[in-house]
């Protein structure tokens, strides 16, 4: 599973890559309804659903939590936007049931990036088709019927 994982996430990652990939990784499991990313908290790792689902839900304005995105489910990256800008994170991640993940600290990423530069742009672009998906699957959401 944790193979299938990374190849969903990181599909231009070569199989050394990712092994080696894999093998930064620190694996979590958390409860239902556990929060794993809060909303504008700093945290410094990207992870990567193993198995189970998990809800992505935004305070708004009023202070009500919306269904922002989701549900994520394995293969899907989370905590990314936080990982490249080290900004606060932009909602609240909560497992939907049990939930295996993969974690990956940002300083044993940008080591092993310095170390093999294609790495970076294959792992950063593997980032950026997450992000490109998410956008458009937000543009759909919120599109007037």
Known sequence: MINAALD?????????????????ADEKLFNSGEVIIHQKKVHNFLAVIIEG??????????????????????????????FIDQHPSSATLIADGELRVLCFDRDAIANMIAGDH??????????LLTICRRIRNTNIRVQPA
């Open 118 to 127: 294609e790495f970076g742009m294959q792992f950063y672009h593997s980032i």
């Open 53 to 82: 689902n998990a809800r992505v839900l935004q305070k708004s304005y009023d202070q009500s939590n919306v269904e922002f995105a989701g549900p994520l489910g394995p293969g899907e990256v989370f905590g990314e936007m936080s």
């Open 8 to 24: 969903f996430a990181f599909p231009d990652l070569t199989s050394d890559q990712k092994s080696r990939l894999g093998e930064l």
